[in-house]
């Protein structure tokens, strides 16, 4: 039977998956930097899509309180 370093073996673990999390965190751009490097075209056609998405939510959400129920008695 082998036998494992446990100790051992969950440090370097935690290394490595540490280090991959810190890279991670350290080497992908925000969403504003993300879009700060679109070029202008590119950020007009996200701004278009943004205020599409805006107006189906608000459409959506009136669609959605048009379709609640009444509790009035009639």
Same mark, same amino acid.
């Given at each position: 039977? *082998?036998? $494992?370093?446990?100790g051992?073996?969950?440090f370097?673990?935690s $290394? $490595?998956v540490g280090?991959g999390y /810190? &890279?991670? *965190? /350290?080497?992908?751009p ?7 490097k679109?070029?202008p ?5 996200v ?6 998405r805006?107006q189906?939510?608000?459409? /959506?959400? &009136?669609e ?9 008695? *009639?």
């Amino acid at each position: 039977m *082998v036998k $494992i370093a446990w100790g051992r073996w969950a440090f370097w673990s935690s $290394i $490595i998956v540490g280090s991959g999390y /810190g &890279l991670m *965190v /350290g080497l992908t751009p925000s969403d504003e930097e993300l879009y700060n490097k679109l070029s202008p075209d590119l950020q007009r056609r996200v701004d278009q899509q943004r205020k599409q998405r805006l107006q189906l939510e608000k459409q /959506g959400d &009136l669609e959605k309180a048009n379709a609640l129920p009444t509790n009035k008695i *009639v």
